[in-house]
């Protein structure tokens, strides 16, 4: 009976510590601005919350639905990422649609 318990609180502990997915923290801030320094603590720290990407630009905070979009310019495809669902394909292709290949980069700019 104590083997099944032991057995069972840890599967238990197991499945609680891997439901909460940490991000990585890297880097640091260093603002030369009093006025960011207004808006971002000292003590910020930057969490990676997607990878995967070739060349991004944006940002973009879609508040209203909660996301933010980025574009993958080489792979030709806008990204978007929800704290719920994390990071998705949101459009595919994102940029250059025709079927002919043509040189530089085909996907969507910012």
């Given amino acids: 009976m104590k083997k099944s318990l032991l057995i069972l609180g840890l599967c238990s502990l197991f499945i609680a510590v891997n439901a909460q997915k940490i991000n990585p923290v890297t880097g640091s801030i260093e603002t030369h601005s009093k006025k960011l320094s207004k808006l ?16 991004t630009e944006g940002p973009l905070w ?3 639905e909660m996301m933010l979009l980025v574009s993958d310019i080489p792979a030709n495809i806008i ?8 990071k998705e394909v949101y459009v595919s292709p994102g940029g250059y ?14």
């Avoid at 971002?40 to 060349?55: L, S």
């Avoid at 990204?79 to 994390?86: D, F, Q, R, S, V």
Wanted: aromatic share 12%; hydrophobic share 30%; glycine share 14%.
């Fill in 62 to 64: 879609i508040e209203q």
């Fill in 79 to 86: 990204y978007k990422w929800t704290e719920a669902k994390g």
């Fill in 97 to 110: 649609t025709h079927p002919e290949k043509r040189g530089g980069f085909m996907g969507p700019n910012g």
């Fill in 40 to 55: 971002i603590h000292k003590d910020a720290k930057i969490e990676m919350i997607a990878d995967g990407f070739q060349f």
